[in-house]
């Protein structure tokens, strides 16, 4: 599988062999793993192009994305955009990685400032504890996020884990 380095550390043990210690990412799953190489393993290097593109829309399965520059249209099955795909808004730019022009993976920004369309009430006299409930953003996406939070509101969620940041100011 393909894999993104994170970080890589040589290592010479006392009286034992050297070896490289690196932390790498599968870029088909998101897993993280630590792998140990020898002095003289080889390693394939392969280049990955990376795109700009507008999400358009989502129909059923399928998220349908535009190139900014050339305008050419293509999706991408639910599979493949995973998570991420919870907190893309219509019109949103985004980054599609292609390896011998087959799209593997798909990056949107960090942060991403979403409108609440439904939050139960808060109950008044809660607030001295982290409570949280759990609010819909416009996406759809269940978000838990702090009981002062209402419908209507503007607020900044991490895409990476799904978690509420900050009330967003109008």
Known sequence: DLHSIM??????????RAFYQVKMRNLKNGKTIEHRFRSGEEVQIERLEQMPYQFL???????????NETYDQ?????????????????????????HNNVPIS???????ALKVV???PGVKGNTA???????TVETGAIVNAPMFIDE???IKVDT????YIERVKA
Do not use: C, W
């Open 7 to 16: 970080s890589v550390e040589h290592r010479t043990p006392g009286n034992l």
């Open 152 to 154: 209507g509101e503007v």
């Open 57 to 67: 829309y989502k129909d059923g399965e399928n998220y349908n994305f535009m190139n």
């Open 160 to 163: 990476r884990t799904g978690d």
């Open 118 to 120: 439904s939050a139960p």
């Open 129 to 135: 504890t982290n409570a949280t409930k759990q609010v």
């Open 74 to 98: 293509i999706h991408l099955s639910d599979e493949l955009v995973g998570k991420p795909g919870d907190f893309m808004k219509e019109g949103q730019d985004v980054q599609i990685i292609f």
């Open 106 to 112: 798909l990056e949107i920004p960090p942060h991403v």
